[in-house]
């Protein structure tokens, strides 16, 4: 049985709060990605949410990072801060054929997050996971949703993405409400709850939750004490496994992954 990963991140790397805690004292600018890229095993991009890119550049940050590095996309915001989601297709395209192949094999999944007034509409979402695409330029394209509005937690969403192959985003936040079914090939998790009186953003208990919930994952389960909706356990199989420290104390962001890292490695 083949073996899945388990990487741990941040999102971006442009961050004024990060210098001189996290980069190095008088660290060049032009050179955070590297530096960060080196500490970290992913790295979740945000800026993709809010323009587009150059091909020249997403193929300048694959060569900024080291071999086994991720990057994780979050989809421009055009394609899914809409009223009918269904009609998002021309916009899907637009943010896959931009040039993000160029990331090869440093390409991750693709996030999809949606506003927290966005409600579930079993028609139009189920419209909107037909159009994401399984390739673009022969490439294989992954897509996980985030979904921040409580009347997505039913069974009838999670067989939604399931059988579209779409994972859902396990976002630990103290603002929206959660939902832990495992639903794609891979596990995607945003911890977004991180104090900043806290010097790595959680506690080492809560780190080392965080690291059984990742080998459970990345073993093909779901972890105990997590929300879910009541749907069956899905299919027993490794699944590739993203967990991002985002958002909360960004400033503790860094700390918590590389402390989560280790744990992991050990």
């Not at 989601?85 to 949606?114: C, H, M, N, Y």
């Not at 159009?131 to 999670?158: C, K, M, N, W, Y």
């Amino acid at each position: 049985m083949t073996k899945a990963s388990i990487r741990a991140g941040i999102g971006g790397w442009t961050y004024e709060p990060w210098r001189g805690t996290f980069f190095p004292d008088k660290w060049p600018q032009k050179r955070e990605l590297e530096y960060a890229a080196s500490k970290m095993t992913a790295i979740e991009v945000n800026g993709t949410y809010y323009s587009g890119f150059k091909p020249a550049t997403f193929e300048g940050w694959a060569k900024a990072a080291p071999d086994g590095f991720v990057f994780t996309l979050k989809a421009s915001r055009f394609c899914t801060n809409r009223k009918i989601l269904a009609e998002a297709g021309e916009s899907i395209a637009r943010f896959t054929g931009q040039g993000i192949v160029e990331l090869g094999d440093k390409l991750g999944p693709i996030l999809w997050q949606f506003m927290a007034t966005k409600k579930f509409d079993a028609d139009d979402f189920g419209a909107f996971l037909k159009l994401l695409p399984a390739s673009q330029d022969g490439v294989t394209l992954r897509h996980a949703v985030q979904v921040r509005h409580e009347s997505f937690a039913v069974p009838e969403f999670i067989e939604l993405c399931r059988a579209a192959g779409v994972a859902i985003v396990y976002a630990d936040s103290a603002d929206y409400p959660a939902i832990a079914d495992v639903s794609g090939d891979f596990v995607y998790a945003r911890l977004e709850n991180a104090q900043e009186e806290v010097a790595t953003g959680y506690t080492d208990a809560e780190l080392d939750r965080w690291a059984d919930a990742a080998r459970t994952w990345a073993a093909g389960g779901q972890p105990d004490g997590l929300p879910y909706t009541g749907s069956a356990p899905p299919k027993a199989m490794p699944r590739d496994s993203f967990i991002f420290f985002i958002n909360g104390a960004k400033v503790r962001a860094p700390a918590g992954a590389m402390a989560l890292i280790d744990r992991i490695r050990e």
